[in-house]
């Protein structure tokens, strides 16, 4: 089994900054892609943010040049800088991880619990 765990969510100003993380753990051989993905009340889970393990990055057009998606391979950890943020930032962000596991060497993705992050003053 792998694991998700998020850390960072809260409550900031509008034109702040915050930075959530994700850990991985478990029985991971690799893990292929990491990313955030949010959901705001009324609305569809939608991907802010990804990044394969060479480093290739993939954005939302809402939050370009605002976000910066990072990860550590040693430590199978993703990492979200969030800046310039506003009141449409506000949502539920989740973790989501493809994933090579030990025990099968079959590939699966996995979702962290999710972390609540609001944009308000």
């Known amino acids: 089994q792998v694991q998700l765990v998020e850390s960072g969510g809260g409550l900031v100003q509008p034109g702040g900054s915050l930075r959530l993380s994700c850990v991985a753990s478990?029985?991971?051989?690799?893990?292929?892609?990491m990313g955030w993905y949010r959901q705001a009340p009324g609305k569809q889970r939608e991907l802010v943010a990804a990044i394969t393990s060479d480093g290739t990055t993939t954005y939302a057009d809402s939050v370009k040049g605002r976000f910066t998606i990072s990860r550590d391979n040693a430590k199978n950890t993703v990492y979200l800088q969030m800046n310039s943020l506003n009141a449409e930032d506000t949502a539920v962000y989740y973790c989501r991880a493809v994933v090579t596991v030990t025990t099968t060497t079959r590939r699966y993705q996995y979702w962290g619990q999710g972390t609540q992050f609001t944009v308000s003053s």
């Open positions: 478990g029985s991971i051989f690799s893990i292929s892609s």
